[in-house]
């Protein structure tokens, strides 16, 4: 289990990739069409993930096989149902105190 990105939901993607760029000099490294763009977060490994889809904002992890990974986790609830992403998939659980994240693989399916 890896965190990779922080998730953040934003309704316009343009308007918050030009304020993270220009407002505090995030570096873009990459995008998805018109919904989604990440930044280089300075001294670390983590990405900032803006995209507009309508998902609670979260830390997200990387796994082997998030189906797989929530199965072994029992007592976790989901909060998102599992979903496609280019490559993989991704699911939300309910974290504490009425957080969400998320766990995603990139396995192909």
């Not at 308007?15 to 069409?33: I, K, N, V």
């Not at 490994?45 to 803006?50: I, K």
């Amino acid at each position: 289990m890896k965190l990779v990105y922080v998730y953040q939901p934003a309704q316009d993607v343009a308007a918050a990739a030009a304020f993270y760029r220009e407002q505090l000099g995030y570096e873009e490294t990459w995008r998805d069409g018109t919904d989604t763009v990440a930044f280089r977060l300075p001294d670390s490994s983590v990405q900032l993930m803006v995209s507009t889809t309508p998902q609670p904002p979260g830390l997200m992890f990387l796994v082997e096989d998030a189906a797989a990974w929530a199965a072994e986790r029992p007592d976790l609830t989901v909060a998102v149902p599992r979903f496609a992403i280019p490559g993989g998939a991704v699911l939300g659980l309910d974290g504490p105190d009425g957080s969400v994240f998320y766990v995603y693989d990139q396995g192909g399916d």
